[in-house]
C-alpha cells in the first residue's frame, strides 16, 4: 500500500510527521490479510503507532537496518540522502537503543529520489561515503539508509570489500526480517 499523502521523499521533520499519519492511514486502509507490516521508509515514520494499533509484526527499514549492522559490527554508521537526517536518525537510534551502536550519521548530497537518475554517480558517492564512514567513524558495517537506495548495497560493495566494510540495503533488511516474522520467528522488536 501506497500513502494517498504526503512527500514522495521524506526530507524533513514535517514530511515526517505527515508520512507518519500517511502510514497509519495505508495500514488502515489494507490491514486485514497479511502477515506483517514492512513499512518501507527508512525513517520509520508512524513504527510505534503502527505496533499499537496493528494485529500482526510492524517492521520498520532503519530499525531492521540496525538489528542487521549491529550483528556485523559493534559500531557501524547510516549513509543517507539529505542533510536534515542526521538528527533525526540520531534520535530514532536512541529510541531504539542503538545510539551506543551509532557511529555516525553521513548525507550525501544526492537524495533517494535522484538515485537512479544517475546511478554511477549515486554509487561513487555512496561507496566514497561508506570508505569515509569507517575512516572516520570506525564503523565496519554502513547502512544504506533510504528506500531511494534500495540496491545500491550490492553495487557499492565492491568497492568497499577491500575495506572489509560490510554494507547494508535498508530494503533488504526490512523485507528478511518481516519474513522472519510472518514466518513465526520471535520477535525482537518491541511493540
Not at 41 to 67: K, W
Not at 134 to 144: E, H, N, R, T
Request: with cysteine; glycine share 10%.
Amino acid at each position: 500500500a501506497t500513502g494517498r499523502f504526503g512527500a514522495r521523499y521524506v526530507t524533513s521533520e514535517a514530511s515526517f510527521a505527515i508520512a507518519s499519519h500517511a502510514a497509519i492511514d495505508a495500514w488502515a486502509e489494507q490491514e486485514s490479510g497479511c502477515d506483517a507490516v514492512l513499512l518501507a521508509c527508512f525513517g520509520d515514520p508512524g513504527l510505534f503507532a503502527l505496533r499499537e494499533l496493528s494485529p500482526v509484526p510492524v517492521v520498520g527499514l532503519a530499525e531492521a537496518s540496525m538489528q542487521a549492522a549491529a550483528q556485523h559490527s559493534p559500531r557501524f554508521s547510516i549513509v543517507t540522502g539529505g542533510p536534515r537526517w542526521a538528527p533525526m536518525l540520531e534520535r530514532l537510534a536512541l529510541t531504539l537503543g542503538f545510539s551506543d551502536r551509532l557511529a555516525g550519521v553521513r548525507a550525501i548530497e544526492i537524495t533517494g529520489g535522484q538515485a537512479s537518475a544517475d546511478p554511477q554517480r549515486t554509487v561513487a558517492a555512496l561507496a566514497q561515503a561508506c570508505k569515509d564512514a569507517q575512516a572516520q567513524d570506525g564503523a565496519q558495517a554502513v547502512i544504506l539508509g533510504g528506500a531511494g537506495f534500495a540496491g545500491f548495497a550490492a553495487l557499492c560493495a565492491p568497492y568497499v570489500a577491500d575495506a572489509g566494510i560490510a554494507v547494508i540495503d535498508s530494503v533488504i533488511a526490512g523485507a528478511k526480517a518481516a519474513e522472519r516474522l510472518a514466518l513465526g520467528a520471535p520477535c525482537p522488536y518491541t511493540r
